[in-house]
């Protein structure tokens, strides 16, 4: 728990006989992280020698930082830059800095709310539950001595204070929330909530199953039902006085107030002097069973959120799975079909190589084929031109003849062949002369 005093005189704390180089923030909200405050710092941050977070038991929904400073230069500069800004510009919370002359820790609660000579505790706003501090904010007391911030007085809707307002008011006839009857009604001490017993529609009984708020007074008998334990549970009050435990006793069920009648008589000079002490009790005991239950309540919708989170979680896993189960089968398939191409693709390609091979036995038969033919047909040309040379030389010889006389006796005679070897000597002497023209 954290308790702030300051001197009796009021002295503005940003005074240069007040400021040092010990800071303290207030109120820090909860979605504010630490990480969040350092980064909110800036380069500011480095002129920081000690950062220390507070939880204040007081105020659940937010905690405190001290901030040791380097300097007194660097805490000026830290509490001009960052005093009175909003921590984020989408909510209306705003950092509020103080100087600090000296910080105490103790372990003990008189010590710890008990201020020191001269000093004072800053009180707290009790519509906003922030310090009341002149320095931060204006201060508005009402004719009933209870102070409130400017700007929460503002939003007033009742003419009247909200502290007297809420204390002194007195409730109009109640009636269950659902139904409307105002017989055997039971309220909520969690949330509040008036519902009718099991004796008439058991609103009361049904808000249980719901919010499993299991703290129910009886209206009429002031007496308090525990729906877990299915047992009344107001049956002893400690005394303030001595400190010793009393039977609460039921209020008188006759409806014209005739204890008599009914049986409940009691002594009403005890009564008046135990009234204070057991209303105290009551309030204190009320008090712990809220905030038990709140306590509970609170682990009973983190852990229907946790459960919340991890179904959420599973089922985006279970989403991923899914799809990536389709991708892999998808791929599987076009794996498959790519197989099957490959497969058809080798087949084709051997059948075009075997193809290949038969077309090129068969052009180099086709190309033996057509040297052999070349090679007769150039035997037949050259036999061929032998013939006609022989010919020619024989018509020749036959003109000579005739045009020669007979003086050496040539006309007449035989005319022989030319021997055949000497011939094929002659072509195969012939072929590589002209092979090498």
Request: charged fraction near 25%.
């Amino acid at each position: 728990m954290v308790h702030l005093f300051r001197t009796l005189s009021h002295a503005p704390l940003s005074s240069p006989g007040a400021r040092s180089t010990t800071l303290f923030v207030v109120a820090v909200p909860n979605y504010f992280s630490p990480d969040d405050f350092i980064r909110f710092s800036g380069p500011r941050i480095d002129d920081v020698s000690e950062l220390r977070f507070i939880r204040n038991d007081g105020m659940e929904d937010r905690y405190s930082v001290l901030i040791e400073l380097t300097d007194q230069k660097a805490a000026d500069g830290f509490y001009c830059t960052f005093n009175g800004k909003n921590f984020s510009p989408a909510e209306a919370e705003v950092c509020h800095i103080l100087f600090l002359h000296e910080v105490d820790y103790t372990e003990s609660a008189d010590v710890a709310s008990t201020p020191p000579l001269g000093f004072t505790e800053l009180p707290s706003c009790p519509v906003c539950l922030e310090r009341l501090d002149p320095d931060t904010s204006g201060i508005l007391s009402t004719h009933c001595d209870h102070s409130f911030h400017c700007s929460c007085g503002t939003k007033w809707t009742y003419l009247s204070c909200q502290v007297c307002r809420l204390c002194q008011q007195q409730d109009e006839v109640p009636s269950c929330f659902i139904c409307g009857t105002m017989e055997n009604l039971w309220v909520c001490l969690i949330c509040g909530f008036v519902g009718c017993g099991r004796y008439k529609d058991k609103h009361a009984i049904s808000h249980w199953k719901n919010t499993q708020h299991c703290y129910s007074l009886d209206l009429r008998t002031q007496q308090i039902w525990d729906y877990v334990g299915d047992t009344y549970v107001h049956r002893l009050n400690q005394s303030k006085a001595d400190g010793k435990l009393l039977e609460m006793n039921s209020y008188c069920e006759s409806l014209e107030g005739d204890c008599g009648s009914c049986g409940c008589s009691e002594d009403s000079d005890i009564s008046g002097a135990l009234f204070s002490s057991k209303i105290e009790a009551i309030h204190a005991d009320y008090i712990h069973l809220a905030s038990t239950q709140l306590e509970v309540q609170r682990k009973h919708y983190e852990s229907l959120m946790l459960e919340a989170k991890s179904r959420k979680e599973n089922f985006k896993l279970e989403a991923i799975e899914k799809a990536v189960t389709s991708k892999i089968e998808d791929i599987h398939s076009k794996l498959g079909k790519l197989g099957d191409e490959k497969k058809a693709v080798a087949e084709l390609n051997q059948t075009l190589i075997k193809n290949q091979d038969m077309m090129r036995r068969k052009v180099k038969e086709i190309e033996e084929r057509k040297t052999l033919s070349l090679k007769s047909k150039d035997e037949q040309i050259l036999d061929l031109e032998e013939q006609i040379r022989d010919l020619k030389v024989y018509i020749g010889a036959q003109k000579t003849l005739d045009k020669m006389n007979d003086e050496d006796g040539v006309k007449g005679g035989t005319l022989l062949p030319v021997p055949l070897e000497q011939s094929t000597s002659a072509r195969k002497s012939k072929k590589p002369s002209r092979r090498r023209k």
